[in-house]
């Protein structure tokens, strides 16, 4: 089977299987392993791009996770108040959404921060990763102004983000895993690759 044909089939399996499970209590959890396992796989095999990547998003999200396990949120503002709890809700994510971007945008020099490794150089999956969040942080944005909408306008028909969030954040992460997924099979198959030069 071909490397492309294995990344796609590999980004549908996660794909339906996020979706099926369609519990945040389970799903972020498992993409929060699937980024350490990322973060680990990077270390096994010294490539320290991969492992920068994965580990970036690895801290955020764990950052992302522990805010809202915490229950800060439901400290702040009591359920009652729809607007503000909303928009703490979605205003956080979208403030941590956009903050990621700007790691990866910048994830070269971050990683020249961090490591003095003469490997660390832009790869071809850095440029999806930020698309990725991208796209997050417009359904973030979407949803705080539905939110607005449905809270304080009064807007009961307004809520496709709300009745849908689950399946497009999972969509995201998905192709996140996917991707981070297509990088280890071509770290794989590069070093596979230099090994047969070698010999």
């Known amino acids: 089977m071909k490397v492309s044909n294995l990344i796609l089939l590999s980004i549908f ?3 339906i299987f996020y979706i099926q499970l369609w519990d945040h209590r389970v799903v972020t959890p498992l993409y929060i392993l699937l980024l350490g396992t990322c973060v680990g796989y ?3 095999t010294k490539n320290i791009n991969m492992k920068h990547i994965a580990l970036f998003l690895l801290v955020i999200h764990i ?4 805010i809202f396990e915490a229950g800060l949120i439901d400290y702040i503002t009591p359920y009652e108040n729809q607007l503000i709890r909303g928009t703490l ?3 956080t994510q979208l403030i941590i959404s956009i903050g990621t971007v700007l790691v990866l945008i910048l994830r070269v020099q ?3 921060i961090f490591s003095k490794s003469k490997s660390i150089a832009l790869t071809h999956f850095d440029g999806i990763f930020h698309w990725l969040y991208i ?3 417009a359904i973030y944005f979407v949803a705080l102004l539905e939110n607005i909408a449905w809270s304080y306008f009064d807007m ?3 809520t496709f983000i709300y009745d849908n969030f689950e399946g497009l954040i999972y969509t995201a992460w998905a192709l996140c895993c996917g991707t981070l997924l297509a990088m280890m099979i071509t770290s794989t198959k590069s070093n596979y690759h230099d090994e047969e030069a070698i010999s």
């Not at 950052?63 to 522990?66: A, C, F, H, L, T």
């Open 13 to 15: 399996s996660i794909l």
């Open 42 to 44: 990077g270390v096994y």
């Open 63 to 66: 950052i992302d996770y522990s």
């Open 89 to 91: 809700i979605f205003g």
């Open 110 to 112: 971050l990683s020249r």
């Open 135 to 137: 796209y997050l942080s």
């Open 156 to 158: 009961k028909s307004w």
